[in-house]
Each structure stands twice: as structure tokens, then as C-alpha cells.
């Protein structure tokens, strides 16, 4: 059985469920390694980043610290043998393509997921430049072919460039809970809170709101949550009747998470309009609803009412089966394992 070397440079506990469902898949077919902090995974990775290499002051810092970090893996790994694939699942743009050369130059087979890696290199100059000089022989993984496209064709790398699905768990909940009211989630704290207010004041009672955020939002009919503990958040999820996510962070090149997990539940997902929602929209409309700040709630009432179940759930099957284990194991083949 070939082996895998899987390391998560930065994350805490961020991507904990995305390592978690890639390291799984993996497992089908690979003998894995992990190097991660101890929150990464849902279990005790074989080589734990110390917490001091998370601990910075300052974004230089932060840098400094994933350069030091990078170094100390690769004395701990080298006497591990070889590998037949070393696989980031997570990494920052600078300290990476630094460190790029010194890497393939270890491992023969080298590969990055790139998360919001591709979105910061539209905002930034010299990320770009850095993100360009990621040795060639580091293979880009992307989840969305217009993602590869984009490399390709306008950032023009010269990097090998991969398309594997973001994997996604079928929860199999219902589209309607049966109940006399609607409840609304909105799931996230970077959302357009000025938008959210609007829609509370045009809300009639038999409108309920969860949102999680850290600032107050009044109103009988809202409950405001800065945090959700152990399986409240899957709870709320599965219960509500449908997802608005008013984002102030444009999703064009990386995924929202929150969007896939309305797949994952079954939930109808109305949010702004950027490349990723208006790329899922036209491949699933009675999934992912597009809306702008001029949107009523009577209005996002009125097409969650007219979705129709039957397409509703083609459309989530369709999504599920290109997202699942099989789709993203055939792309990982892609690679010269």
C-alpha cells in the first residue's frame, strides 16, 4: 500500500471536519501519516506540531513561525523514509513558496490544497508573485474546474493543477420540519449585519432567527449565539427550515463551507452573489438562491414556498455524488502516485 504524508501547516481547529473527511477517504486506498496540531484532526496525528509554532504577535511573525515550523517537520520526517505522496492540506502563500524548492527537492511528489490561497492572491500583489513562484514541481489541488481555469489561463502557473472534489457528508435530514412556524439560521459572523437587522424588523412572529454571531441582535423572535458547544450547531442546522448567508467576504476562488453544508442537510441557502454562489446556483437553483441587499424576507418566504421538493432532491443528489468519497479518490488518481 502506497503512503501518504499529510500535513495541515496552520490550522488549529479551522479545518478540523475538511481533514477529517480527506484523511478518511484516504484511508481507503493509502497508508497515512499525519503532521498536524493536536486540534486539527479528529484524532492524535503520528507527528503533533508543538502549540508554539501557532503563537505569534504579528503577521511577520505569524510568517516566521510557519518558516521555523516547516523546517521542524521536515528534520522530523526525514528519517521517516520515503513517501509516495506528501500532501499539505493547509498553507500560507509567503512562507510556503520559500520554502517551496527545499521541499520537492526532498519529496519526489509534492501537493497543496488550495483553500483561500487563490482568493488572496486577487487582493494582493506580492502574494501573487509569491504564489507564482511555488516550485513547478508542486501540484495545485483545486475544487472547482472554473478554479483551474482561472490558474491556468489568467494567473498563468506553470504548476501541474488538479481538480478533486471539497468532500461532502450526507446527512439525509428533511427539507420541512413539520411545525406551525419558520425558523431562519445564519450561520455565520461574517455576514451583513445591517441586512439581518432589516430582515428582523420586516419579520412577522411566526418567523424565528438564529444567527450566530457575537454581537446582539433584538427582536422576540431571534436568538442570538456567539458559539454553539458539542452538537448544537448540527442540531440548529438540521432544524431550521432554510439558510440565509448575507456574506461581506466575497467566496470566488474557495469554497463556503456553510453553502456545502445546506447540501448536507437538505437546507435551501439564500446569499449574496459572488463566483462561487452564482457558479452553484446555475448547476443547482433550488439549492442555492441568490439575493441582494434590496431582498425582503416576504420575498425569500415566498421562493422557499415554491421550491420544488422533487428537483430540490435531484439537485442534492447530483451535488452529493460529485462531492463524495469515489469523486474525490478518482481525482487524487490524477496524480503521479
Known amino acids: 500500500m502506497k503512503l501518504v504524508l499529510y500535513i495541515?501547516?496552520?490550522?488549529?481547529?479551522?479545518?478540523?471536519?475538511?481533514?477529517?473527511?480527506?484523511?478518511n477517504a484516504l484511508r481507503k486506498e493509502f497508508k497515512i501519516l499525519?503532521?498536524?496540531?493536536?486540534?486539527?484532526?479528529?484524532?492524535i496525528p503520528d507527528l503533533e506540531i508543538p502549540d508554539r509554532f501557532f503563537n505569534f504577535s504579528s503577521r511577520f511573525n505569524?510568517?516566521?513561525?510557519?518558516?521555523?515550523?516547516?523546517?521542524?517537520?521536515?528534520?522530523?520526517?526525514?528519517?521517516f523514509g520515503k513517501f509516495d505522496l506528501v500532501?499539505?492540506?493547509?498553507?500560507?502563500?509567503?512562507s510556503f513558496a520559500i520554502k517551496s524548492h527545499r521541499i520537492v527537492g526532498l519529496f519526489e511528489n509534492v501537493a497543496v490544497f488550495d483553500h483561500n490561497n487563490i482568493d488572496e492572491i486577487e487582493r494582493s500583489r506580492i502574494k501573487k508573485?509569491?504564489?507564482?513562484?511555488?516550485?513547478?514541481?508542486?501540484?495545485?489541488?483545486?475544487?472547482?474546474?472554473?478554479?483551474?481555469?482561472?490558474?491556468?489561463?489568467?494567473?498563468?502557473?506553470?504548476n501541474n493543477v488538479v481538480v478533486v472534489p471539497h468532500l461532502v457528508e450526507d446527512k439525509?435530514?428533511?427539507?420541512?420540519?413539520?411545525?406551525?412556524w419558520i425558523t431562519v439560521f445564519v450561520p455565520?459572523?461574517?455576514?451583513?449585519?445591517?441586512?439581518?437587522?432589516?430582515?428582523?424588523?420586516?419579520?412577522?412572529?411566526?418567523?424565528?432567527?438564529?444567527i450566530k454571531s457575537d454581537k446582539h441582535f433584538a427582536g422576540q423572535n431571534v436568538r442570538t449565539v456567539p458559539s454553539f458547544e458539542n452538537d448544537e450547531y448540527e442540531n440548529v442546522f438540521a432544524d431550521c427550515n432554510f439558510v440565509i448567508l448575507p456574506l461581506?467576504?466575497?467566496?470566488?476562488?474557495?469554497?463556503?463551507?456553510?453553502?456545502?453544508?445546506?447540501?448536507?442537510?437538505s437546507k435551501p441557502c439564500f446569499t449574496f452573489r459572488n463566483k462561487m454562489s452564482e457558479f452553484l446556483s446555475n448547476l443547482y437553483p433550488s439549492i442555492v438562491h441568490i439575493i441582494d441587499r434590496g431582498t425582503l424576507l416576504d420575498e425569500i418566504v415566498d421562493e422557499y414556498k415554491k421550491i420544488d421538493k422533487d428537483s430540490f432532491f435531484i439537485e442534492r443528489k447530483q451535488f452529493l455524488h460529485s462531492h463524495s468519497e469515489s469523486a474525490f479518490l478518482n481525482g487524487i488518481r490524477k496524480l503521479p502516485i
Open 8 to 23: 495541515d501547516l496552520i490550522t488549529k481547529a479551522g479545518h478540523r471536519k475538511f481533514n477529517q473527511l480527506v484523511i
Open 34 to 43: 499525519t503532521v498536524a496540531s493536536r486540534e486539527a484532526t479528529d484524532s
Open 62 to 79: 505569524y510568517r516566521i513561525k510557519i518558516l521555523q515550523e516547516i523546517d521542524w517537520i521536515i528534520e522530523k520526517i526525514i528519517s
Open 87 to 94: 500532501l499539505f492540506s493547509s498553507y500560507e502563500t509567503i
Open 129 to 158: 508573485l509569491f504564489f507564482k513562484s511555488i516550485d513547478t514541481n508542486v501540484t495545485h489541488l483545486v475544487f472547482e474546474e472554473y478554479f483551474k481555469t482561472h490558474l491556468i489561463e489568467n494567473v498563468k502557473i506553470k
Open 172 to 180: 439525509k435530514t428533511f427539507l420541512d420540519p413539520v411545525r406551525d
Open 188 to 210: 455565520s459572523n461574517k455576514c451583513d449585519d445591517q441586512y439581518i437587522k432589516k430582515l428582523i424588523l420586516g419579520s412577522s412572529p411566526d418567523i424565528r432567527f438564529v
Open 248 to 265: 461581506t467576504v466575497d467566496y470566488n476562488y474557495r469554497i463556503s463551507n456553510i453553502i456545502f453544508e445546506c447540501f448536507s442537510y
